[in-house]
């Protein structure tokens, strides 16, 4: 595996499709956050193919990755304290998700007022669905 130094603390997230890295990047407030991050695509994976890894130096409490649950849970989280992986994060669907999904009713106070915060709020985990804050229109988690 290609090797992009070595972090002290932090993540590694593991087995992410190929392409999806950048998603990722932006989807988890990385652009937003003063650390060091490094993308690699199409790493070869026995088991995929080709996968994407994304590598985060940062305090393990800074970062939320909740969201990880939503958009793919098959990806692996490891969590690097003082330069070993000391464990892995199991991904759960998260309670609200904000700013990552968009609410396609077009009647939708957010589909008027575009400054307003897009948030869903889980309202059946058995099915997986995610409801509008504001309208309650359905949002359907999209698993492959
Ligand atoms: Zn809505």
């Not at 060091?36 to 990755?65: F, R, Y």
């Not at 692996?76 to 992986?85: A, D, F, H, K, L």
């Not at 307003?116 to 409801?131: K, N």
């Amino acid at each position: 595996m290609l090797n992009v130094g070595k972090i002290e603390e932090g993540f590694v997230l593991d087995h992410i499709k190929a392409g999806e890295a950048l998603r990722l990047y932006r989807d988890l407030g990385l652009d937003k956050l003063d650390c060091c991050v490094a993308l690699i695509t199409n790493a070869k994976s026995k088991k995929m193919g080709k996968k994407d890894i994304v590598k985060v130096e940062c305090p393990v409490d800074m970062l939320d990755l909740d969201i990880l649950g939503f958009i793919d849970h098959n990806i692996t989280v490891n969590v690097i304290q003082s330069g070993e992986i000391v464990g892995k994060q199991k991904l759960v669907l998260p309670k609200r998700i904000v700013n990552v999904i968009k609410c396609k009713n077009p009647r939708c106070i957010t589909s008027i007022e575009q400054e307003l915060t897009q948030e869903f709020i889980l309202t059946d985990e058995e099915r997986e669905i995610y409801r509008c804050k504001y309208c309650e229109v359905k949002y359907g988690a999209q698993r492959e």
